[in-house]
């Protein structure tokens, strides 16, 4: 039997701590994920919680209490026909967050099955590049208008624009990182040991995108909470009464001078959400891509 | 002989690998052309096959074509490739997958970037047996993982399983490669592409040693890719060298040595490096010039440009023919009869 060189590099076993674990020390260092995250989490709980512990009706009317301004009755204040703006914000965020996770999975889904489907066969990448290009000439939001008017104002629809003007991003980026790794070195020599085409892509070249497209999808994530405000706002998001925190601002134009909360609350509420995700996204970039990092504050 | 060089002669049956008329061929903006041109070469079975040339001479796309691997829009077109007999450029995708990593395997020359950063080498290892053995159960899979470790002398074979690559020297990594191409355990043909070019120079002599003992205990053919002659003098029994896309001189390592025919063999070994130069001050041969574009071969010899001994009207006239000089000899020259004797400067201080 042949003598090993390294008979002095034994370690013991380096992988005593989970992978989890490593995850969250990595963490520990990006102020921005966790920011982000904490505010992130705080509203999917609150989202999810209040409607269990709490009476939360975001419908009912009470022309007597109309317009009141926050006070210990009423935390956020009532709108122009008396219902309580803390409930309608909540179940707002329901459907905000909803919007956005539905979005995001499908966005993830379609992007990177077309993604990988394009950067694995030159036939496809031609089809789906070009209706790609076709779709990012168009400035999001207006062709999200005119996808909303041809099928229609509801909660579907609005996912459905969302996804159909991210999905071309989240196709470049794997196509990218596909073509970038399929001739890497330890692709081909899995590829020399007899490994098929379909367990290279899935085991050795598909994750390799898992990072650039986990950012992407956080960024995307906010943009769909964005849109769907915008759309909600100009009255083709899901039709009122329901509530949903564009069309809330849109409601509150009115009452801007008399009674500010009814808007400031919802326009908060974005804000801070958008805010979270898009300092998740940025933390993501630096803890997945240390070259970009040290560019940006070295 | 050389310590490390294989006592088993090449048994004496069929060839293991028969190639005929291979040719590589990728598409320019004017039509096609070839990087490697109408290759005839066959390997015994047992046998160490050296394959010598300098860098863009179609030594690795050689490979590439044996093992189905050319990297598109290249092709292999034509010619045949009988491998035990059956002629591979027949065979099916599935089919050649199929043949790659069990009965041809490859050990590649970059052990630092052959391994996938992010999986564990337990994984990497037994993913071969995943795709040829695939009734075999996971624990059987690990089984075999560690008896191949140990083979290719890696200890501590149950730890290093669930390392990382990172967490390995290059020699580790290259035994590691090499007890991939091993794993299925019937390898009949291994291609080592370059296999100790990334590696320390004492590493190197190891992988070498561990290679030539694999290699009589397993009685397999090996293609040796190398630059290096000095690999080549050490464990080859045959050497092939290759110039252009073309073989130019076939023949026993030692008889190659001794009396090279072709003048760009002849160029490769006074090129290498050897005692007794720096003493006497004489400067180490070079052989000046390129490997000539292969979408833009010349018409005659391709070697004309940078050959010493090259005659106007004939050398450059047309490319000569592979032409069989003794039994086992065979070289591209139209002048190799009148070439004077090859003596290399200070050969006497030299080994």
Known sequence: MMKSADATEVLPSPHARSGLWTLWSMMRSEPMLLGGGAVLLLLVLAAVLIPVVMAIDPLSINVTQKLLPPSPEHWLGTDEFGREVFDRLVIGAHLSLRVGFAATALTALVGITLGALSGQYRLADSIIGRFSDALMIFPGFVLAIMILAAIGPSEFNVVLAVVVLYVPRVIRTVRASIIEYRSADFVQAARAVGVGDMRLLVVHILPKSFGPVMVQLTFGFAWAILVEAGLSFLGLGPPPPDPSWGNMISAAREFIRTAPWIMIAPGLMITATVLSLNLIGDGLRDLLDPRLQSQVNP | ?351
Request: glycine share 8%; aromatic share 4%; proline share 7%.
């Open chain 2, 1 to 351: 002989m050389s310590p490390l060089r294989s006592a088993n002669a090449p048994i004496a049956q069929g060839p293991i690998l028969d190639l005929a008329q291979v040719e590589v061929r990728f598409p320019s903006a004017r039509g096609t052309f070839a990087v490697v041109d109408r290759v005839d070469l066959s390997v015994a079975h047992g046998e160490v096959l050296g394959l010598v040339g300098e860098s863009g001479c179609g030594k690795s796309m050689l490979a590439r074509s044996i093992m189905g691997l050319v990297p598109p829009p290249g092709v292999t077109t034509g010619g045949t490739m009988l491998f035990n007999g059956v002629d591979m450029v027949g065979l099916s995708k599935d089919e050649r997958r199929r043949l790659r990593g069990d009965r041809i395997a490859v050990v590649p020359q970059e052990p630092m970037t052959s391994l996938n950063p992010t999986l564990r080498i337990g994984d990497q290892l037994t993913e071969v047996l995943r795709a040829h053995r695939p009734t075999m159960s996971s624990d059987e899979r690990r089984a075999r993982a560690l008896v191949v470790m140990e083979q290719v002398g890696i200890q501590f074979a149950e730890q290093r399983l669930s390392q990382y690559p990172h967490e390995l020297s290059g020699g580790i990594r290259q035994r590691v490669m090499i007890a991939m191409a091993l794993i299925c355990g019937g390898v009949e043909l291994l291609i080592a592409d370059e296999p100790t070019t990334a590696l320390d120079v004492t590493i190197q002599a190891q992988i070498l040693e561990l290679f030539m003992q694999l290699q009589s205990e397993q009685k397999m053919a090996v293609i040796l890719i190398t630059h290096d002659l000095a690999v080549i003098a050490q464990t080859a029994h045959r050497v092939a060298v290759m110039y252009a896309g073309n073989i130019v001189e076939l023949a026993p390592v030692l008889d190659l040595f001794d009396v090279p025919r072709h003048p760009y063999t002849r160029g490769l070994l006074e090129s290498m490096p050897r005692r007794g130069i720096s003493a006497s001050k004489t400067h180490l041969a070079t052989i000046s010039g390129s490997v000539p574009d292969p979408s833009n071969p010349p018409a005659g010899c391709r070697f004309f440009d940078r050959c010493q001994f090259a005659v106007k009207g004939t050398c450059d006239a047309e490319n000569p023919a592979l032409e069989q000089i003794t039994e086992d000899r065979w070289v591209r020259c139209f002048r190799w009869r009148e070439l004077p004797e090859f003596v290399l400067a200070d050969a006497g201080a030299g080994s």
